[in-house]
């Protein structure tokens, strides 16, 4: 069962109080009617779904019912930060491929 | 019966405390102390079942854990049965009865054992996979057979009058395991004032210390175990779990204790205090900060032939009967090891009077302590050898022990039959990585310990004592107190300094790699060597299984069910993958271990469920009015959580005659409604306009104070998800409502596009569902009745249709809605939910001239549906557009903000024409009421495979009309009215329906508008 | 290959069973294949079946980067059935049924398909819509399926708590007779052993780490054993779809989440048919071997590392106690979890990528063992013609712009 | 016209039904045990208010001080004065607590107070929500049974007041006193929360104050 730092409450949360809510950063497209029928498909379905770190947007749905993003790692289910909506993450992929920090262990399949 | 196994002095039992039991239908006495091994082993019985799959006859090998055999079905009465008890874990209490699980008609004399015999040489690894496949329709029958014969225990037939919980624990540091390297860990992470528990899964703390014939400080170990304790007990912050098992080691370090507070006791558990039922057992659901793996090492046995004849033990298991229990199982002792551990059992041996015929030493020039020892008391050692047979069909009568070469898996001498009645075997240790393991880290192969330490964690663990490789008492009692130190000072607690107990000097020589002992003949041919007991699984079996190509350790498992019984491979899975990886040529380490998942040991159900079971399986809500409904004989809907009143029959009434009461009664008269449950969510803001404009497919712009307006909810795809009627308050304030089932699931979709999109619009919502009720006056008669209890204004230009007012309703402040879900002239009056049973109350007292007729949803449903009005979820599913509902009025076309849904609309699929819609069903049949889910097709005589083209929504008989009617979608149905539809029904008639307007009642809507 | 049978079992005895021949060979890889299929589960290994004995391409490749069999296929509970609502997925889950039916004999391996009923207890009104609905369906589609009210549940289904008390009292009950479970390593074995037969490479251990492409067509993968070339690639990879189609170079509309199952210690015969229900949440049956297979709902995160959460696990077992509270002493022996590839409409995607010459099978989510057979025909049928299978083809990627889903999740009850 | 409806919603002269009215708490008082390690009482039909908006804004800070008596707590923490108690629920919302009939006076102070330039809401949600009040020795034991939530007085001090999940809901639970906590309990729940509060506490011996 995940501990779940939540950046409102200010602290850590068992995953019972807690609902996930997919993928993070998925802005709503500014001009929907703009949008091709590709384009309108990709922001309603088509997901990242990566191994390794993963921005998701979680609600502390038990506590102060506000939604929030973490950083987690889908293979050991770490959590490397939670932050605001609005916020920019500080862990990426990116930075930890250029760390060349390798995959936390775990790694069943 | 005598315990003519007992010895007359030690142990940790109590002599003065007999307790009766019964096995298999037979008197035994054991006593105080005992497990139910134990007290077997004391009465001399052999023969505790038989075997899985050869119907073998096999007796206890444990003392632990890791018992295979000595599975057994206890439980005096039918309610309280528990199959597959451990007896080795199991403490014997006054009237335990118990028996075999396996064994027909008994387990001493077992038919079954002969077709084991004949037909276990037609039954190798996966024989199943092999045969059985002609005639294809006779599998059926041979599943039943095999059905019969597999399976250990059996569940009760009756409900269990046990009752289990749950609590909830936090600490610092949660050590696993009370040997001494975890009590010396409690111990460290207790004084430095961390909150600490200490969980173990025997009866009593001290693991090997309970045991052992080693000292502490020169005296019983067990007297540190109790100073220990002692001390523990005093700190506040120490909580101590006996009889615990940390069955699961999950994410963040969030730990699961299966903790049995009254197995020991009885059939089930006492009553307490306060005269009611305590828990069985209860499941403890920890977040620990640090937790510190104690769990210690599983012995290994070794693998000869008839190694699983009734007197072949493990070395340990022997030492715990004899110096735990006072149990000697056998005279005549022989001795297999492959290490010096294993002969303090013969020094136990020797200490208790008895005889060891030999010890069976597989290295070449053993030189320790504990040999010398044994040496010194006169013990034959024979090294170099080991135990390759063993003779005796239900007890050992002998064993044959030979010179082997065990690199080259070779026998070197022809070796001699040893009487004997006591085969004990030790191959060495296993630590006890399971709950290392649970998250995926893989454990590691030390060459060096001959053994699986665990491997890397993630998690925010320490490992100490023999689980950590660190066999060596002294050792490990310093491994033990460096880890809670370590533990509790990450938290940020200091420790004092480490004062552990002084242990004996000893030299201890390396053990030597022995896991299938060898024989002359090759494996196939060899007399049985058995790897995993419980599963009758061979060392033939898992070299058939390499040679068939199961080459990965996964596979072996898979094909030889090798660790897959209630011990979990516990006993045998190292031997067997070590036997894997020598036929195939590799290394231990490169052979792997199976994957460890909990549970460690298995975990009742009632347990893992505690009591969210029976009334408090889930929540279930009721509304303010729910006495009033119970007192009038209300039959209830579940709708989500709550509990609506569906109807309210009357004596003598079924469903359908109360229903058609009540809607005549609306129709005619007047009829109330609990509307409770509706959700409501109360919207303040200079932005709240905006919002519904985006949230909604209508527009919201031009709603006028004091006005409500019913609106669509779609999410992006275009697809309706929940529907309501939103009223303006006041400028920046609306009061929406949303269906029963959606109200929380809406008040989320609010705030997710609050929060995470359009934080700039000013606007907050708050759910008020639980604070107004709403009762629903509706009926022509509704207003004259309502007019007798209010102060409101009722007269039709004042308070038109679409619009609310606030006033008193039987003294009660209210806002009254002049919304219509039935089409009759309607009020729905919301107050309080303090005040709401009052004013109900007052309603149906004042309702009595006008013969006020309480409804509930199933008439609401069918009044609505006469209207042609949706409910969401019954007349949509995920895949129903506005339009598709002909509900294109409701849909904002000009609206200047992309609102949610718009575009999901407009999509190549979703603005086809043949889409179904919803339309009106008319059955040709009038009294015919097409069954609610029943596909629709064109062409009744088309054959099977038929098109279909749609199906019943919402069906009913309509008092009102006279006759039947129904909604449903229909392909392209809007432009097909007055055309024929068909349901072909299961008994194989058919209903045929004309194709109409889904508004079967007053649809131009003069009766709730007057 | 080496013919299975009673008799077989016998002469093999009198050689204590030393003479059994490997049931796959452990080949090394060629340069090239006509068709790779990615993934070594049970679809994966019935596509390459398919290929080489039904659709004659038998230069074919299956690359696992573990055991054959070893991924969702190793950890499903084996529910097997066909009443699924929407046309398009009942027609392919029956063709899978009716491959079931023969399939032991087919491939010469007893898969034990077992065809004991598949109930779906109905609590709520809308539950029995819902029900007569599929029903209605699978009758007009040719799919057996019964409705049956609360009497008659309570008559079939011995120990089920049919009283009016519980939290939420059984209504009635769908039923599928030919329903059941299957054993799901020997469905993998079984079809790998006789695509081995028929001349397949298995190759384990051998993970791909890449898809090579020229001029926007694949031609072969990069793999921890070099590079296998291959004129087309089936990706058949279930909770590991969405990683190949990063490899790949586009997204798909999957998300992978945990699923988990149990089972209890085993038992005598208890449970003789399969049991489900929506509305408490949770499914169970009973193997051959004794243990009480159960399962329920998915976790809502992505997860690959094959374990779900602990409430999960209550959850479940709350509410097989609510429904058998004779369980209530019976004991869970192992958990363990699957990672499943769900889609937004709980439909499989079987299709053409942007890339030419990749395929992908996948999406198959919480119940895609009971459509191996099918979905491997299917696949099979479209990797050799390069033209997407009449049953396949509405389950293109394309849906998820048109928005011509086939949306099972409302009707499909807990979706296994 | 007022931007928003203020209303004053509870009658003067009636008697309101609490959530747990058909329990009859009344007549199980002094029924229990002498010796209960667990006693609950309803405090029952008092005023609920949910309070939103900016917290970061010192107009709406002070205001809400001004209007209440109390400052604005911080994250996870109660404040009272006298009757009066001000509780935060979230970074934008909390919940406060007057004598049953002051939440219309509660709700107009407010108002005047913050003026109708801010963005703010105040809702009455009086009926929807009850308090109940726990104290005795065992009282954290029966927290434990029911929520994964740390209740040790070293991570739950007096003054603290969390939401979190309970039993299988959700409530928001208060350290008031040394040996006192309350729930706030929604209606629609009370039911079962009590059902569930009568089974956690049976172990222990129940008793039910006036
Ligand atoms: C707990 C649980 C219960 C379920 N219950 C049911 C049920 O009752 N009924 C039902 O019908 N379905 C059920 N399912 C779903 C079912 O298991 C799957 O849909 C089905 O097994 C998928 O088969 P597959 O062959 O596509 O996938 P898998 O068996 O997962 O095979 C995919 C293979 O691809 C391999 N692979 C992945 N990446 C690579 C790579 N880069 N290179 C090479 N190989 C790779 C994997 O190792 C794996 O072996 C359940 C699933 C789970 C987890
Ligand atoms: N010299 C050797 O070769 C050798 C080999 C093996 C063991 N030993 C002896 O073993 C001892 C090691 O001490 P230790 O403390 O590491 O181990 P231990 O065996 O004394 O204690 C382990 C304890 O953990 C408990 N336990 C295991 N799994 C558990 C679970 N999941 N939940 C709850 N409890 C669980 C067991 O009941 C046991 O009481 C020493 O006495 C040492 O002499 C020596
Ligand atoms: C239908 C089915 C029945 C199973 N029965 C047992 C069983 O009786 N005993 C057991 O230990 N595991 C059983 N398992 C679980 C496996 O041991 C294993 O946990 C599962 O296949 C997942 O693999 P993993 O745990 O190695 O990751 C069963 C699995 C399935 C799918
Ligand atoms: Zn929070």
Redesign the pocket.
């Known amino acids: 069962m995940l501990h779940i730092f939540c950046p409102h409450c200010g602290e850590l949360r068992g995953e019972e109080e807690f609902a996930p809510a997919g993928q993070a950063h998925i802005p709503r497209p500014l001009d929907p009617a703009a949008c091709t029928d590709e384009e309108w498909g990709d922001y309603l379905f088509f997901r990242d779904n990566p191994r390794g770190l993963h921005h998701e947007l979680w609600l502390h749905a038990a506590g102060c019912r506000k939604y929030f993003n973490a950083t987690r790692h889908t293979i050991s289910y770490e959590i490397l930060e939670t932050y605001k909506i609005g916020e920019k993450p500080d862990v990426t992929a990116e930075a930890q491929a250029s760390e060349k920090k390798p995959l936390a262990q775990g790694a069943t399949a | 019966m005598s315990q003519k196994n007992r010895l007359p002095r030690g142990g940790r039992i109590d002599r003065t405390r007999p307790l009766d039991f019964t096995f298999n239908g037979q008197r035994y006495q054991g006593c105080d102390g005992d497990s139910l091994a134990s007290a077997l082993l004391a009465n001399g019985v052999d023969i505790i079942g038989r075997s899985f799959k050869y119907s073998r006859p096999r007796g206890i090998v444990a003392a632990?854990?890791e018992e295979p055999n000595a599975v057994l079905q206890i439980g005096a009465s039918e309610a309280t049965q528990i199959p597959n008890v451990r007896a080795t874990q199991q403490a014997l209490y006054d009237g335990l009865v118990a028996s075999s699980t396996n064994g027909w008609p008994s387990v001493d004399t077992d038919l079954m054992g002969i077709l084991g015999r004949v037909g276990g040489k037609l039954m190798p690894a996966g024989f199943y996979y092999k045969t059985f496949m002609y005639p294809s329709s006779l599998w059926m029958t041979y599943e039943k057979y095999i059905r019969k014969a597999a399976g250990l225990g059996r569940a009760p037939l009756e409900n269990d009058p046990d009752i289990y919980d749950h609590m909830n624990l936090h600490c610092d540091v949660l050590v696993?395991?009370?040997?001494?390297?975890?009590l010396a860990a409690a111990l460290a992470a207790g004084r430095s004032g961390a909150r600490v528990i200490l969980?173990?899964?025997?009866e009593a703390f001290?693991?090997?210390?309970l045991d052992?014939r080693?000292t502490l400080d020169g005296k019983r170990a067990t007297d540190w175990v109790d100073q220990v304790l002692a001390e523990l007990q005093s700190l506040p912050e120490v909580t101590l779990l006996p009889r615990?098992?940390?069955?699961g080691y999950h994410d963040h370090n969030f730990l699961t204790i299966h903790q049995r507070l009254a197995d020991h006791l009885g059939e089930t558990a006492p009553r307490g205090a306060f005269a009611q039922q305590l828990p069985r057992q209860r499941m403890h659901r920890v977040r620990a900060g640090r937790v510190v793996l104690?769990?210690?090492?599983h012995e290994r046995p070794l693998v000869y032939g008839n190694n699983d004849v009734p007197g072949n033990m493990l070395a340990g298991a022997v030492t715990t009967y004899l110096r735990r229990y006072a149990v000697a199982p056998g005279k005549k002792l022989v001795l297999a090891t492959n290490?010096?551990?294993a002969y303090r059992t013969a020094l136990d041996w020797l200490d208790a009077g008895l005889q060891v015929v030999a010890v069976a030493d597989v290295r070449h020039n053993p030189r320790g302590s504990w040999v010398e020892d044994a040496r010194a008391r006169g013990v034959r050692v024979l090294t170099g050898c080991s135990v390759i047979d063993v003779r005796g069909s239900k007890r050992v009568e002998a064993a044959r022990v030979a010179a082997i070469d065990a690199v080259a898996m070779k026998v070197t001498s022809p070796g001699e039959w040893l009487e004997c009645d006591l085969v004990a075997s030790s191959g060495g240790?296993s630590p006890?990585v399971?709950?290392a393991s649970h998250l995926g880290g893989r454990p590691a192969w030390r060459e060096d310990l001959l053994a699986f330490v665990p491997g890397e964690g993630f998690q925010k663990r320490l490992c100490?004592?023999?689980?950590n490789g660190?066999?060596?008492?002294g050792d490990?009692l310093a491994d033990?107190f460096e880890a809670g130190a370590t533990a509790a000072a990450q938290i940020g607690f200091k420790h004092g300094a480490s004062e552990l107990p002084r242990t004996e000097k000893r030299v201890?020589e390396p053990s030597f790699p022995l896991f299938q002992v060898p024989h002359e003949k090759p494996t196939a041919r060899a007399p049985k060597q058995f790897v995993d007991l419980q599963n009758d699984v061979t060392a033939a079996g898992i070299e058939q299984a390499t040679r068939e190509g199961f080459e990965s350790v996964e596979h072996v498992k898979r094909y030889t069910a090798l660790g897959f019984g209630t011990d979990q491979g516990k006993l045998g899975n190292i031997n067997g993958l070590a036997i894997a990886a020598r036929s195939l040529g590799i290394g231990i380490a490169e052979m792997g271990t199976t994957m460890f998942r909990p549970n460690?040991t298995p975990v009742t159900f009632g347990a893992v469920a505690g009591r969210h079971c029976d009334g408090l399986f889930e929540p279930a809500r009721y509304t303010a009015m729910q006495a009033w409904h119970l007192r009038n004989g209300a039959e209830f809907e579940d709708v989500g959580q709550w509990k609506r009143p569906w109807y309210f029959p009357r004596p003598g009434e079924d469903i359908h005659a109360a229903v058609a009461r009540e809607c005549r009664a609306v129709r005619s008269g007047v009829g109330i409604l609990d509307a409770s449950t509706l959700g409501k969510i109360d919207i303040q803001g200079p932005d709240a306009r905006e919002f519904l404009n985006r949230i909604y497919t209508n527009a919201w712009t031009k709603l006028d104070v004091g006005k409500a307006r019913y609106g669509l909810m779609c999410k992006e795809d275009g697809m309706v998800f929940d529907d309501g009627v939103t009223a303006c308050l006041a400028d920046n304030h609306f009061l929406m409502t949303t269906t029963t089932g959606g109200a929380a699931r809406v008040l989320q979709w609010l705030e997710l596009y609050h929060q995470t999109e359009w934080p700039e619009l000013k606007v907050y919502f708050t759910s008020v569902t639980d604070h107004w009720a709403t009762m629903t006056l509706s009926g022509p008669r509704s207003r004259e009745l309502l007019s007798q209890v209010t102060d409101i204004d009722l007269d039709r230009d004042a308070f038109p249709f679409m619009s609310w007012k606030e006033g008193l309703v039987g003294g009660v402040p209210a806002r009254v809605f002049r919304i219509s879900f039935t089409g009759e002239l309607s009020y729905e009056v919301n107050v309080q939910a303090d005040y709401a049973l009052g004013v109900w109350e007052q309603l149906i007292e004042a309702g009595k001239p006008y013969d006020l007729t309480p409804y509930g949803t199933e008439t609401m449903h069918v009044l609505r549906a006469e209207k042609g009005f949706i409910i969401v979820g019954q007349d949509t599913d995920a895949s129903v557009t506005p339009d598709d509902l002909n509900m294109g009025w409701a849909v904002g076309r000009n609206k200047p903000f992309s609102w949610i849904g718009w575009r999901g609309m407009n999509r190549a699929d979703t603005l086809r024409e043949d889409r179904k819609q919803l339309v009106g069903l008319k059955p040709v049949d009038p009294q015919k009421v097409l069954p609610e889910g029943a596909q629709l097709v064109f062409d009744p005589e088309q054959s099977i495979p038929m098109t279909m083209v749609g199906h019943v929504t919402s069906s009913y008989m309509s008092a009102t009309l006279g006759h039947s009617f129904a909604m449903g979608v229909v392909k392209g149905g809007l432009k097909r009215m007055g055309e024929r539809v068909f349901a072909p029904l299961v008994d194989g008639s058919v209903i045929e329906a004309e194709i109409v307007s889904s508004v079967f009642y007053d649809p131009k809507g003069e009766r709730q508008n007057v | 290959m080496q013919r299975y049978s009673g008799f077989g079992l016998f002469k093999h005895s009198l050689s204590h069973h030393e003479n059994w021949q490997r049931m796959w060979r452990n080949p090394t890889p060629k340069p090239v294949y006509d068709v790779v299929i990615v993934g070594g589960g049970g679809h994966g290994l019935a596509t390459a079946y398919y290929l080489a004995k039904t659709f004659g391409v038998k230069n074919v490749a299956v690359v696992e980067k573990g055991w054959l069999g070893g991924g969702n296929t190793a950890r499903n509970t084996t529910i097997v059935r066909s009443n699924y609502l929407w046309d398009e997925s009942a027609h392919l889950y029956e063709h899978a049924m009716k491959l079931w039916e023969g399939l032991s004999r087919d491939l010469n391996y007893n898969v034990m398909y077992s065809p004991r009923g598949v109930y779906n207890l109905c609590h709520t009104l809308q539950d029995m819509r819902d029900a007569e609905r599929r029903v209605s369906a699978n009758r007009l589609n040719g799919i057996d399926g019964e409705l049956l009210d609360a009497a008659q549940v309570a008559a079939e289904i011995p120990y089920l708590d049919c009283s009016k008390g519980t939290r939420y009292p059984v209504m009635g009950a769908t039923i599928q007779r030919r329903g059941g479970v299957a054993r799901h390593d020997a469905v993998a074995w079984g079809y790998a052993r006789a695509a081995d037969a028929a001349g397949v490479d298995l190759l384990q251990q051998t993970e791909v780490t890449g898809f090579r492409k020229e001029n926007g067509a694949v031609i072969g993968v990069e793999t921890n054993r070099g590079f296998i070339g291959a004129r087309r690639v089936g990706v058949v990879t279930a909770g590991n779809s969405g990683h190949m189609a990063r490899l790949a170079g586009f997204r798909l509309p999957i998300e992978s989440h945990p699923l988990q199952a149990l089972v209890s210690e085993p038992l005598k015969p208890i449970i003789d048919s399969v049991i489900m229900s929506n509305a408490v949440h949770g499914y169970i049956s009973q193997s051959d071997k004794g243990d009480l297979v159960i399962g329920a709902g998915i976790d809502g995160y992505v997860g690959y590392g094959q374990r779900g959460s602990y409430p999960t696990i209550e959850h479940t077992l709350q509410a097989i106690v609510e429904m058998f509270p004779i369980l209530s002493r019976v004991r869970m022996n192992r958990q363990w979890g699957g990672i499943v590839d769900t889609t937004p409409d709980a439909c499989p995607i079987i299709s053409r990528t942007p890339v030419q010459n990749l395929f992908f099978n996948c999406g198959w989510g919480t119940g895609g063992f009971k459509a191996t057979p099918g979905s491997g025909h299917v696949f099979a049928a479209s990797l050799a013609t390069g033209q997407m299978h009449a049953l396949a083809a509405p389950f293109s990627i394309d849906r998820f712009y048109s928005g011509a889903l086939i949306d099972e999740h409302g009707a499909a009850a807990v979706a296994h | 016209m007022s931007a928003v409806n203020v209303y004053e919603q509870r009658p003067s002269h009636l008697d309101g039904q609490s959530p747990l009215h058909h329990a009859g708490l009344a007549e199980l008082v002094g029924k229990g045990s002498a010796s209960a390690g667990i006693r609950l009482r309803e405090r029952k039909l008092l005023g609920h208010l949910v309070l939103r908006g900016d917290a970061r804004d010192p107009s709406f800070a002070g205001g809400v001080h001004k209007a209440c008596g109390v400052e604005l707590p911080v994250a996870l923490t109660l404040a009272a004065a006298g009757e009066t108690s001000l509780q935060w629920l979230a970074p934008d919302e909390w919940l406060l607590i007057v004598p049953q009939g002051e939440e219309f006076a509660a709700e107009q102070r407010l108002r005047d107070t913050l003026g109708s330039e801010l963005h703010y809401a105040v809702v009455n949600v009086s009926g929807g929500q009850t308090l109940l009040e726990l104290s005795g020795e065992n009282v954290r034991e029966l927290l434990m049974k029911s929520t994964s939530y740390d209740v040790h007085p070293s991570q739950f001090p007096v003054g603290k007041a969390v939401g979190t999940h309970f039993a299988k809901t959700q409530l928001v639970i208060r350290h008031t006193g040394e040996d006192t906590w309350q729930l706030v309990v929604r209606r629609s729940f009370a039911d079962y929360i009590w059902a569930w509060l009568q089974d956690a506490a049976a172990e222990y011996g129940l008793a039910v104050d006036a």
């Open positions: 632990g854990a696993v395991g009370a040997g001494p390297a975890g969980a173990d899964e025997g001290g693991g090997s210390l052992t080693e615990a098992t940390v069955n104690a769990t210690g090492a290490n010096d551990y240790y006890v399971h709950l100490a004592g023999a689980v660190v066999f060596n008492l490990a033990g201890e460690y």
